[in-house]
């Protein structure tokens, strides 16, 4: 389904990822670990299409067709979804018509009749209910005055309206309470399908208790330095990255 | 992350949507002032000899006053020799009786301005007054207005039916020698709209204007005139357009309301003058006196504006709150881009006891343009326990424009207490990028989150011109991502 090779991306000049090689199927679940400042929310980003990196040589490929060359809209439209580690909040626009917004954007991309307001609401509570946030968030402003923990939440409710191919969840755990990474890490589940794909770069080892990957991969110094099965994020827990020969930056 | 500027580009290439010019006939005159021009223009209106006096005296206060330079625009100087201060369609008869009488082409005009203007037609429950020019054209819902005793006609026809009204209110709250544009206007107005809500009577609907500069080289300086009687309610709304032209032209409007005792008056604008092009050519001149005196006690007065056009704005809608406990409300929306100037904001005076006034301005500046509020709030001696509370938030597209503000605060009462909070920010590449990452479109994501910056004034508004404003600002932000 995702398709990276030999990805290399730098922002002002300076080079952050240095050639990534990443092959992701349906249905897989793919976690990166890995040391503060690795890259991995650059990679994140140069996904999703954040113009702020340049993509200086490789290529990504989504069920075939060249991501790279994509507008930061198309490619939501055409399944990319990333849940932003740091979400941005926007004052005055409610978090309800920003949702249906952009829900009535990839209706419109699919060729389908806008959903109005009324059977909106009904699926939006529907949501908001699944990741345990009262719906009087929908009528406050995008993420504005949200928690740490309420945002994140906020994150994954977008991730299960738009529905898309690959969903990117960046350090959608950090800074969540024990009840909420429970009830992230069911939306996350809620989310894995035969016909999806998952991106998910955290910390810590106690989500992927929650979420069992398939994979899970150490992005260091912006390349990808090794890959193992669930058990390798054991492994890391207990020797931290001093073993793989980098800096152990994530402990201190 | 990223600067603004690459995601929130160039702020061009806007479409003015209502730059047509109407062929018609039209009886104009030569360019020039003087005292002649004042005495033809009142002699075609019909005027009383106290009328024409009137705007003689006006006439001889501008001739002593120099325009202002304080505000914060710049713009070459007005030759108010090369203006023409009359221009009306021609027509057959002396007045349309009725709609059906109304030359077809200028109900055309108003057809694709979108207003209403035959009965059938119109939003329901709202009168139109439409003023072309210099004359207004047609006033519509007549009848079931005169049934509830309201008056709302032109101010020409309230100068001959209600000599009375108009002599006893008119200059009152904006006097002839007020400044150099009122003078102006108090000299050459031509036309406008009077409107009078009986003592305890709601006004049955909204009530509005639309205004249209057609002819070229003409001025427009309409004249507005609005009495609410003790306990009476009223909701106005005016809306202004203007055709594409290389020359500045210039609009310089006065607008009087006066709220006696108990009596409500709501007064909004939706304001979409011909901004000039992208390189800053042609665009109204618009120089607009608004004041609204609370003369009675517990009245209220409240100015919601949505200022998207115009080259220049220079306006200050303002309250007088004369009665105790009276209420000066003023919310705004100012939207300038390419190379417009704005320069607005209010003035609030407090004279009564306990009297209270709400300032919420929100600034939007794009292009390369410059946004201004300016706002006064005055207590006088006599307002104990009076307050203020001012909300000025300026929002930025791109790093090429600006915004000012200028608050001043007079006190001579100290039991008077003034909140002020500002803030500016900017629509970031972050916002933007989330916006985008959920699948919407540069131009959409920054017309809602604009919409949302705006969203306290937009409340404000009558509910279909809420929705007729959030449209404008998305016209008017086309273009303004690159
Ligand atoms: N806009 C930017 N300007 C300059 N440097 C940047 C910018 N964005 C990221 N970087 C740098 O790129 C490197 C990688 O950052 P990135 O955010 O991808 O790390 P990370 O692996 O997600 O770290 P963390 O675990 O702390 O979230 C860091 O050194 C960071 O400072
Ligand atoms: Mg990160």
């Keep these: 389904?995702?398709?990276?090779?030999?990805?290399?991306?730098?922002?002002?000049?300076?080079?952050?990822?240095?050639?990534?090689?990443?092959?992701?199927?349906?249905?897989?679940?793919?976690?990166?670990?890995?040391?503060?400042?690795?890259?991995?929310?650059?990679?994140?980003?140069?996904?999703?299409?954040?113009?702020?990196?340049?993509?200086?040589?490789?290529?990504?490929?989504?069920?075939?067709?060249?991501?790279?060359?994509?507008?930061?809209?198309?490619?939501?439209?055409?399944?990319?979804?990333?849940?932003?580690?740091?979400?941005?909040?926007?004052?005055?626009?409610?978090?309800?018509?920003?949702?249906?917004?952009?829900?009535?954007?990839?209706?419109?991309?699919?060729?389908?009749?806008?959903?109005?307001?009324?059977?909106?609401?009904?699926?939006?509570?529907?949501?908001?209910?699944?990741?345990?946030?009262?719906?009087?968030?929908?009528?406050?402003?995008?993420?504005?005055?949200?928690?740490?923990?309420?945002?994140?939440?906020?994150?994954?409710?977008?991730?299960?309206?738009?529905?898309?191919?690959?969903?990117?969840?960046?350090?959608?755990?950090?800074?969540?309470?024990?009840?909420?990474?429970?009830?992230?890490?069911?939306?996350?589940?809620?989310?894995?399908?035969?016909?999806?794909?998952?991106?998910?770069?955290?910390?810590?080892q106690r989500l992927l208790n929650h979420i069992v990957p398939d994979y899970v991969h150490v992005l260091a110094g912006g390349r990808i330095i090794k890959s193992g099965g669930r058990e390798l994020a054991l492994e890391l827990e207990e020797k931290g990255y001093g073993w793989l020969g980098i800096k152990d930056e994530a402990s201190n | 992350?990223?600067?603004?500027?690459?995601?929130?580009?160039?702020?061009?290439?806007?479409?003015?949507?209502?730059?047509?010019?109407?062929e018609i006939e039209s009886e104009t005159f030569e360019p020039g002032l003087n005292e002649d021009v004042i005495a033809r223009l009142s002699a075609i209106k019909k005027e009383p000899e106290w009328m024409l006096e009137w705007r003689l005296k006006a006439y001889r206060r501008w001739l002593e006053m120099d325009e202002p330079d304080w505000a914060h625009v710049g713009y070459p100087k007005v030759d108010y020799n090369s203006i023409s201060y009359y221009s009306a369609p021609k027509r057959k008869e002396d007045m349309p009786q009725s709609l059906d009488e109304v030359d077809p082409e200028l109900l055309k005009t108003y057809e694709k301005l979108g207003i209403p203007l035959h009965e059938r037609e119109k939003l329901a429950g709202v009168a139109v007054d439409a003023v072309f020019d210099s004359v207004s054209v047609a006033t519509t819902f007549k009848e079931p207005l005169a049934k509830a005793g309201v008056i709302f006609c032109s101010i020409s026809e309230a100068v001959h039916d209600y000599p009375e009204l108009v002599k006893k209110y008119l200059g009152t709250v904006v006097p002839q020698g007020d400044n150099f544009f009122a003078a102006l206007n108090s000299a050459v107005f031509s036309d406008g709209t009077f409107v009078y809500i009986p003592k305890g009577v709601r006004c049955p609907m909204e009530l509005s204007t639309y205004f249209r500069i057609n002819a070229a080289n003409t001025g427009q300086f309409e004249r507005t005139l609005i009495i609410a009687e003790e306990g009476s309610y009223v909701s106005y709304l005016e809306g202004c357009t203007a055709p594409m032209r290389d020359e500045n032209q210039l609009h310089a409007a006065v607008v009087e309301l006066v709220a006696l005792d108990d009596a409500q008056i709501k007064y909004s604008t939706v304001q979409n003058w011909y901004p000039g092009d992208e390189e800053g050519k042609g665009g109204i001149y618009n120089f607009v006196t608004k004041r609204g005196a609370c003369i009675g006690k517990n009245s209220k007065i409240s100015w919601t504006q949505v200022e998207t056009g115009s080259a220049v704005t220079w306006k200050y809608p303002s309250c007088v709150l004369r009665g105790d406990n009276s209420v000066g409300e003023f919310y705004s929306v100012a939207l300038t881009h390419n190379f417009q100037q704005a320069d607005t904001g209010t003035k609030m005076i407090h004279l009564g006891k306990n009297t209270t006034s709400t300032i919420i301005s929100k600034g939007i500046s794009a292009g390369k343009s410059s946004n201004a509020y300016r706002g006064l709030v005055k207590f006088g001696p006599g307002a104990e326990g009076a307050r203020n509370f001012t909300q000025c938030d300026s929002l930025l597209i791109g790093d090429r424009c600006g915004a000012h503000t200028f608050p001043y605060i007079e006190s001579k009462n100290k039991s008077a207490i003034v909140e002020h909070e500002a803030t500016t920010s900017k629509v970031s590449d972050e916002q933007m990028f989330l916006c985008r990452q959920r699948g919407i479109d540069p131009e959409q994501a920054v017309s809602m989150i604009v919409n949302g910056f705006c969203k306290e004034v937009f409340k404000e508004l009558p509910m279909e011109f809420a929705v007729e404003a959030g449209k404008l600002l998305e016209v008017s932000l086309e273009g303004s991502v690159g």
């Design chain 1, 1 to 204: 389904m995702l398709s990276i090779k030999n990805l290399h991306a730098s922002v002002e000049d300076k080079e952050i990822l240095k050639g990534i090689n990443l092959e992701i199927k349906p249905g897989e679940v793919h976690a990166i670990m890995g040391p503060n400042g690795s890259g991995k929310s650059t990679l994140s980003q140069v996904l999703a299409g954040n113009e702020a990196f340049e993509v200086t040589s490789g290529e990504v490929t989504l069920n075939g067709e060249n991501l790279l060359d994509q507008e930061t809209e198309e490619r939501a439209r055409n399944g990319v979804f990333l849940a932003f580690q740091y979400p941005v909040e926007i004052p005055g626009v409610s978090n309800l018509q920003f949702l249906r917004t952009a829900v009535n954007a990839m209706r419109k991309h699919k060729g389908e009749e806008d959903m109005n307001a009324a059977e909106f609401m009904k699926l939006a509570k529907e949501v908001s209910k699944q990741v345990d946030l009262d719906p009087a968030f929908l009528k406050r402003g995008v993420n504005e005055g949200f928690s740490g923990g309420e945002k994140k939440r906020n994150e994954i409710m977008q991730a299960l309206l738009l529905q898309p191919k690959l969903a990117i969840l960046d350090e959608t755990d950090s800074g969540l309470d024990i009840d909420a990474l429970k009830v992230v890490s069911d939306g996350v589940n809620a989310l894995r399908s035969e016909d999806r794909a998952i991106l998910m770069v955290t910390h810590y």
């Design chain 2, 1 to 22: 992350m990223a600067t603004t500027d690459n995601e929130v580009k160039e702020l061009i290439k806007r479409e003015y949507e209502h730059g047509f010019v109407t």
